[in-house]
Nanobody, 125 residues
């Protein structure tokens, strides 16, 4: 089992940047593929980005390509989401996720093994 704690959310103006962190504890961090999802008010939780166990493969949702970057530091048991050129439509609660499987086709919230508690990101116009 793994416990996930996100941090780094906050309020930022459009065009600004934030870096989210997710610290993991418990079972060996490198045993998990890691991902970020987000959920805006009144909307379903949606996939943002994912990274394989040692960072060799990365997957992004189309709407964040070129703006967001996922990375991980297995020595620190932490996964990051660098978010640049933020837009008001990026406003959501961002969730860290861990899974023992890597989903090369699509990441569905229904498949994820473990979730963090979420961190709020608000982008003002």
């Amino acid at each position: 089992q793994v416990q996930l704690v996100e941090s780094g959310g906050g309020l930022v103006q459009a065009g600004g940047s934030l870096r989210l962190s997710c610290a993991a504890s418990g079972r060996t961090f490198s045993s998990y593929a890691m991902a970020w999802f987000r959920q805006a008010p009144g909307k379903d939780r949606e996939f943002v980005a994912a990274i394989t166990y040692r960072g060799g493969t990365i997957k992004y949702a189309e709407f964040v390509k070129g703006r967001f970057a996922i990375s991980r530091d297995n020595a620190k048991n932490t996964v990051y989401l660098q978010m640049n050129s933020l837009k008001p439509e990026d406003t959501a609660v961002y969730y860290c996720a861990a899974d023992t499987s890597w989903y090369s086709s699509s990441w569905s919230p229904d498949r994820v093994d473990y979730w963090g508690q979420g961190t709020q990101v608000t982008v003002s116009s």
